[in-house]
């Protein structure tokens, strides 16, 4: 069964480096999206990506962050100059289609610790 | 700004025990309410997807109901056995398509 998958699976970085965060999403699909968890809280929903271009993005996904599709296989999420609260598990996901009735897949997620 | 929230919070059963889990949101604008599985450290595993005109949908021993108009959407688990253990979240998807998560229920079923 085709899933979405994540690299690194933990990433450990010193607050004011770069890091850049990988998934692969599934084949076939065609909108992708970052999510992060906070550890022991709610998982929340950074940005949305299709043909090339963000189409939502929320208050936190600031200039800090970026997104790219750099080939036709990965996407990846970059963050310029982490902060100690940048500390999450960040989860990709993607879908068929970009409506609201889409069921989205998820990646097992990259733990990211800023230390 | 839609909220949802996610009762209980914790739940411990024996194994066999029928469940329901509880979501509810602020906002009954929605486009689907989707039912997700995350384990510890886990990503998170879709279980059930039901659109907004749509009041129930089953998949083997799951059944999650939604009633839009009074912003609930119960998740009932059948014969609850140990591999069920984990935390349940909803995800709301309202107008702009983001989807608003709860805080979900952590559930274990012991032997």
């Known amino acids: 069964e085709p899933e979405v998958t994540q690299t690194p699976s933990h990433q450990v970085t010193q607050m004011g480096q770069e890091v850049i965060l990988r998934c692969v999403p599934i084949s076939n699909h065609l909108y992708f999206y970052w999510y992060r968890q906070i550890l022991g809280q709610k998982v929340e929903f950074l940005v949305s990506?299709?043909?090339?271009?963000?189409?939502?993005k929320s208050e936190i996904f600031d200039d800090q962050f970026s997104v790219e599709r750099p080939d036709g296989s990965n996407f990846t999420l970059k963050i310029r100059s982490t902060k100690l609260e940048d500390s999450a598990m960040y989860f990709c996901a993607s879908s068929e289609g970009g409506q609201g009735w889409n069921e989205q897949f998820f990646g097992p997620g990259t733990r990211l610790t800023v230390l | 700004k839609q909220e949802v929230t996610q009762i209980p919070a914790a739940l411990s059963v024996p194994e066999g025990e029928n469940l329901v889990l509880n979501c509810s949101f602020t906002?009954?604008?929605?486009?689907?309410l989707q039912w997700f599985r995350q384990d510890p450290g886990k990503g998170l595993t879709s279980l059930l997807l039901?659109?907004?005109?749509?009041r129930e949908q089953t998949s083997g021993r799951l059944n999650a109901s939604l009633d839009k108009s009074s912003g609930r959407s119960t998740l009932y688990i059948a014969a609850s056995q140990p591999g069920d253990s984990a935390t349940y979240l909803c995800?709301?998807?309202?107008?702009?398509?983001?989807?608003?998560f709860g805080r979900g229920t952590s559930l274990i079923v012991h032997p």
């Open positions: 995800a709301v998807r309202g107008g702009s398509y983001i989807p608003t």
């Open positions: 906002d009954s604008a929605i486009y689907n």
């Open positions: 039901i659109q907004s005109s749509q």
């Open positions: 990506f299709y043909n090339n271009e963000i189409s939502e």
